[in-house]
């Protein structure tokens, strides 16, 4: 079945360093890709998305790249701040899979950026 | 701005009481879900619908009930609160158009059960 799996955390970062969480899926069709962010006490907000292959989606300064030959959609932004501390979840979507269309989420990956 | 409403945002209940969870959406949407979030942070359905009168359990066996009445209205209720119950729940809606758009989340629903 599809399932997504994410780099273990939490991470932890000064700010200005450079951010990256791995994010690898199994799909049986051709799935749409999403990373979600969320604040502490908040729901999630989409982050970005990508819905086909060698796609790159991309948001206040993050960005993911559908990559179809290593299932992956790895999460990156070149300098983080600390208003990038959050829960990161990167999630599937594959309306010809075995989710009939529901989104499939990974574990999440807690970041906390020091000043 | 929210187009998916949750209430309460935070509720602390005594064990055994009968409560629900509410959750509004104007975006049109026909497809709904209910999510539990455990401390670990990660996201279990427990929940979802297709339409009006349309519901089914999620991958997470829960001991709460959905109804869907109306297109914009997904309420979750539990009919006798348990400690166990302690938990964040979000609700969420999607596009009715295919598998390239995601979901809107509410804001959430902080729940104690004591």
């Known amino acids: 079945g599809d399932s997504v799996t994410q780099m273990e955390g939490p991470v932890t970062l000064s700010e200005e360093a450079f951010l990256t969480i791995n994010c690898t899926y199994t799909a049986t069709g051709y799935p749409s890709l999403f990373w979600y962010v969320q604040y502490p006490g908040e729901g999630l907000q989409l982050l970005l998305k990508a819905t086909k292959a060698d796609d790159k989606g991309s948001n206040k300064g993050f960005e993911a790249t559908y990559r179809k030959e290593t299932t992956s959609f790895h999460l990156e932004k070149g300098s983080v701040q600390v208003s990038d501390s959050a829960v990161y979840f990167c999630?599937?979507?594959?309306?010809?899979?075995?989710?009939?269309?529901?989104?499939?989420f990974g574990q999440g990956t807690i970041l906390t950026v020091h000043p | 701005e929210a187009d998916i409403y949750q209430t309460p945002r935070y509720l602390v209940i005594g064990t055994g009481k009968k409560i629900t969870l509410e959750c509004s959406q104007t975006m049109g949407h026909d497809k709904m879900y209910w999510y539990q979030q455990d401390p670990g942070m990660e996201l279990h359905l427990i929940h979802y619908s297709y339409g009006v009168n349309s519901t089914e359990k999620g991958d997470l066996s829960s001991e709460s009930t959905v109804s869907r009445i109306r297109t914009e209205h997904f309420p979750l209720t539990l009919e006798s609160a348990r400690p166990s119950h302690t938990s964040q729940y979000l609700c969420?809606?999607?596009?009715?158009?295919?598998?390239?758009?995601?979901?809107?989340f509410g804001s959430g629903t902080r729940l104690t059960v004591v």
């Open positions: 999630a599937l979507r594959d309306a010809g899979g075995t989710s009939y269309g529901k989104l499939t």
């Open positions: 969420a809606s999607s596009e009715n158009r295919g598998s390239n758009y995601g979901y809107t």
